[in-house]
């Protein structure tokens, strides 16, 4: 899910500060290897402040995340250390699993929790067959239309920039996969769900009624799924779609990423405990280089002459690709268990795509 920029108070023309981060004071570590770290990111911050914490922790300013979460949303956030930022499109590009609380019967302009209430027609009636037989029809090939809310550019300028100054944006669809979109909890027992973790259920309102901003209250209905998806979706774009299907309104109330790729929730790792690794050995450890372009793309073994050939921007002799989950013709050239480069196919030989090593 795309987010938005920092949150940053500013006093009367003073200097802008910093909100405080939920870990508090971080250490500072010496140079970590280059590598992938997976972070558990909470909820109330951005990505960006995620990515700030681990220039810190890992002693370097080489760092970035593979495929952003809006500060509501927590779960796992890859990030590229070193030169391992250089594989962090790929990994963006991977599909993705979401545990997600949808709400109908109320729509809002952000499309989440964070929004202002634009309409309300309720979900009176609505049963777990129909749900169920609208979320089946969101999924394979879709074309979505992003939020106006969204990072998305429009004339050089973020869509949500020019939403938040109360100016109208019209985005156009763009392609998108869902291979799963399914119920996992009854009808308004969403706080049941191990799918969503303790700050997000402490920050979920009734999940019968809610208030519209009126005196009124609107029946509502809530439920807990689950989200396979490629990149480029949009969670809350799937719930107001979801609501439109059914001839209500519906908005994202939490979300919690559980997979990208080959990384997982139970390999992630707080800022907290990273912050305590480097307490105690004064550097996080990263899954090597190596370890994550051979987990990521097939194999190739090479000679140290075809290292250098590599190296030089020069080609070498095509051979059977080993392993990996990716199939696009890309494989990730090893000598002497070092991986060397990513490497595509051109003109019947192999070139380095990305260099990793010089």
């Not at 140079?31 to 770290?37: I, Y």
């Not at 090597?288 to 290292?307: N, Q, Y």
């Amino acid at each position: 899910m795309p987010g938005r920029g920092s949150a940053q108070d500013s006093e009367r023309g003073g200097a802008r500060r910093r909100p405080a981060m939920p870990w508090g004071e971080i250490p500072r570590g010496t140079t970590a290897a280059d590598g992938l770290v997976v972070v558990d990111k909470p909820v109330g911050v951005t990505s960006h402040d995620v990515v700030g914490a681990i220039r810190r922790l890992a002693g370097t300013r080489k760092v970035g995340h593979a495929g952003t979460l809006d500060p509501f949303a927590t779960g796992v956030l890859v990030i590229g250390i070193g030169r391992a930022t250089k594989l962090l499109r790929f990994v963006a590009a991977a599909d993705k699993d979401y545990r997600a609380h949808i709400r109908l019967g109320i729509g809002t302009d952000t499309e989440d929790l964070t929004g202002a209430v634009v309409e309300a027609p309720g979900a009176a009636g609505l049963t777990d067959v129909q749900i169920d037989a609208a979320l089946r029809s969101l999924t394979g090939p879709l074309t979505q239309v992003p939020s106006a809310f969204s990072a998305k550019k429009v004339d050089g300028q973020r869509a949500y920039d020019l939403a938040r100054n109360g100016q109208a944006v019209k985005l156009a669809g763009v392609p998108i996969r869902v291979d799963r979109f399914e119920r996992l909890s009854p009808l308004n027992e969403v706080a049941a769900n191990p799918g969503l973790d303790g700050a997000q259920r402490e920050r979920i309102s009734g999940a019968t009624t809610a208030s519209t901003g009126s005196t009124d209250t609107v029946p509502v209905v809530d439920f807990a799924a689950a989200v396979t998806c490629s990149e480029g979706t949009y969670v809350r774009a799937l719930a107001r779609d979801l609501g439109a299907k059914l001839g209500t309104a519906g908005h994202l109330r939490a979300l919690r990423r559980t997979r990208v790729g080959a990384w997982r929730i139970d390999a992630a790792r707080t800022v907290e405990e990273l912050a305590s690794e480097v307490s105690a050995q004064g550097h996080i450890t990263t899954a090597s280089l190596t370890d994550t372009a051979t987990a990521f793309f097939p194999s190739v073994e090479i000679s140290e002459e075809e290292a250098w050939l590599l190296r030089h921007g020069q080609f070498i002799k095509p051979r059977l690709l080993t392993g990996g989950q990716r199939k696009d013709g890309r494989a990730v050239a090893v000598r002497e268990g070092e991986a060397i480069a990513v490497v595509i196919p051109f003109r019947g030989q192999l070139k380095s795509d990305v260099l990793l090593q010089v």
